[in-house]
C-alpha cells in the first residue's frame, strides 16, 4: 500500500503558500493512491528540539554509552529515518526565512544524519533514497538570475547538499513573488506573482497524472 510523508514547516498557519501548496499536493497523491496512507508532522506547531550540549553528540556515541539525553534524542532522530522509510513518497513544505531555511527544517535534516540509519558510513552510500521527495517553496521576493537578490536563498541551494549523505534527491516546486500581494512597494508585481503561483499548481497538478490515468 502506498504511504505518503507529508511534512509542514511554516509557522504562518492558513496564510502560508507552503502550507497551501503542500495540502493541494497531498490532495492530488491520495487522488491517485485512493487506498493511500498518510504520517502528517507539523514542524510549525510541534517544532524538533535543536541539538544542544545534552544531546546533541547521540548520533556520534554508541548507544550503550548514552545519556538519558542522548538517548531520547537518538531515539527521536530513529522515529524520523523511520517515517521516510516507511513512505513511498514525501512532501515538504519549505518557505524562505531571513534568506534561509526555517530552523526546524535545520533540525529535521540533523536528527536525520545517522549513520548505519540514514547512510552506509563505510560504503559512503545513502539508505534513504528511491522514494520521491517533492519539495514546495515559497520565496517572498524574486531571487533569480539579474534580479537585485540573485543568490540570496539560501535554502533550496542548501537543502540538497543537506540531505546528500541520506540518498534523498528533492524536486523543487517554488511559488515567488509570495509578498506582492500585500507589499505596496512590490504592486507592480502582482502578474508575475500570480503566474509563478498558477505554474506552481499546474506542476504540482501534473505531479501523478500518469498514476490517476
Known sequence: MAHLLHIDTSIQGERSVTRQLTARAAKVWQAAHPDGTVTYRDFGAEPLPHFDTASGLARMVASSDHTPEQAESFALSQELVNDIKRADALLLGLPLYNYGPPSSVKSWVDHLI?????FDP?????LLGGRQFVVLAARGGGYGEGTPRAGWDHAEPWLPHGLSLTGLEPRFITAELTLAATNPAMADLVPLAEQSRAAAEREIDELWAP???
Open 114 to 118: 545517522v549513520p548505519g540509519l540514514a
Open 211 to 213: 498514476a490517476m490515468a
Open 122 to 126: 563505510e560504503a559512503g552510500t545513502g
